[in-house]
């Protein structure tokens, strides 16, 4: 058995690496801000760009269908589509 103290944990040696996990932080966010911002960026036009497309489709869809009783899906997708 070891009867030997284990030496206290230096407050300063705490302290100081806080500090440092703090600026890794910061810089961290500092250099990747540009790039998350880009990328959120072109994510967001392209769900933007999606739901415009699948909605006019759908409208379209829909009008034709009212209008004209022509099935757009059936005649894009085939006839076994929904099966």
């Known amino acids: 058995m070891n009867t030997r103290r ?3 944990t230096n407050i300063w040696t705490l302290i100081l690496k806080i ?3 703090i600026v890794a932080l910061y810089l ?7 790039l998350l ?3 959120l960026g072109i994510g967001f036009w392209l769900i933007k760009v999606i739901v415009f497309i699948a909605a006019t489709f759908f409208v379209i869809h829909f009008s034709l269908k ?3 009783q022509f099935d757009l899906i059936h005649m ?8």
């Open 6 to 8: 284990q030496p206290a």
């Open 19 to 21: 500090i440092v996990f």
């Open 37 to 39: 911002t880009f990328l």
């Open 28 to 34: 961290a966010f500092i250099i990747l801000k540009p």
């Open 66 to 68: 009212l209008i004209f």
């Open 76 to 83: 894009i997708f085939g006839r076994n589509w929904g099966r």
